[in-house]
């Protein structure tokens, strides 16, 4: 009886072997209900299936699909994420940090609370969030406008609420609220009806900023001007939309002295007692009064 066809032995290790037999599941070659690699490699030979580069990609293009997948977890749209991480991994070019890196990040799929709350935040629908913290206080907050933002290195998120007990920001800013995500660990999240606010409460800070600082300074998405002042060498105006003025000043205090706040007031006061606060911590004299 003649043979049917020529056998070949292939010398590779189980782990490729494994790899072999997903792919031939995945492109329907099988023997009954088992991947059979004989007809994958059958195909590859009748240009049935064809071998392409899976390792020339430039970095630029790896890094640029990688910050997408946070800019798009940032914007609620963790489906989407998923599917640019998944196309990543598929890739030969990966270091084995950030292989690692973006199998966790497939790994940790998000809790359903916070998989609504993208969804709401998408859809622009108010909804309200309960939550206890380690402490066993419970937060209740009315949510009229929100967004997933990263503050140091961190999750939170932002969002304006009917509720302003216990806010500790200026009056203008009371109604904005900054929720670290990591610290909820569970939560209900149920729509209300109302209106979506189109963005946060908002003041205009102005600064300015001298010498090195204000030639390097680059502008911001917030800025709403950025602009020498003829009167004045190398200073130069900004004025910033602010939403936390936590967060604003926790920026601007790491330029002191290079960096002023103008106005208004009630924000240069802020900054002006943390001035004092670390003065009387180093045992500075100082005469002044905020």
């Given at each position: ?195 979506w606010r189109s963005h946060l409460a908002e003041i205009e800070v102005s600064m300015h ?82």
């Amino acid at each position: 009886m003649s043979r049917k066809g020529q056998s070949i032995t292939l010398s590779i290790s189980e782990r490729d072997k494994a790899e072999l037999e997903a792919l031939a599941l995945e492109f329907g070659m099988k023997w009954g209900e088992k991947p059979n690699v004989s007809r994958l490699v059958e195909a590859i030979a009748r240009r049935e299936l064809i071998i392409g580069n899976n390792n020339d990609w430039k970095e630029s293009r790896i890094r640029a699909l990688h910050r997408c997948i946070s800019a798009l977890v940032d914007m609620g749209q963790t489906e989407q994420a998923q599917e640019i991480a998944k196309l990543l991994l598929e890739r030969g070019e990966l270091s084995l940090p950030l292989r690692g890196e973006i199998e966790a990040f497939l790994g940790n799929t998000p809790p359903a609370w916070r998989l609504q709350v993208d969804k709401y935040i998408l859809r622009q629908q108010p909804f309200q969030i309960s939550y206890e913290d380690a402490s066993h206080r419970v937060f209740n907050f009315t949510v009229r406008h929100a967004v997933i933002t990263n503050h140091e290195k961190r999750q939170y998120l932002d969002c304006w609420c009917e509720e302003t007990e216990g806010n500790l920001d200026i009056e203008e800013l009371k109604h904005n609220w900054c929720l670290r995500l990591d610290r909820i660990q569970d939560a209900a999240v149920t729509t209300i009806d109302g209106k979506w606010r189109s963005h946060l409460a908002e003041i205009e800070v102005s600064m300015h900023l001298f010498g090195r600082l204000a030639f390097a300074y680059q502008a911001k998405p917030e800025d709403k001007l950025n602009e020498w002042i003829p009167e004045q060498q190398r200073v130069k105006n900004v004025l910033r939309r602010v939403s936390f003025t936590f967060w604003f000043i926790r920026e601007v205090m790491q330029y002191t002295p290079d960096c002023v706040i103008i106005s208004p007031e009630n924000v240069r006061s802020l900054v002006k007692q943390k001035i004092l606060t670390l003065c009387d911590l180093y045992h500075i004299e100082t005469n002044d009064q905020v």
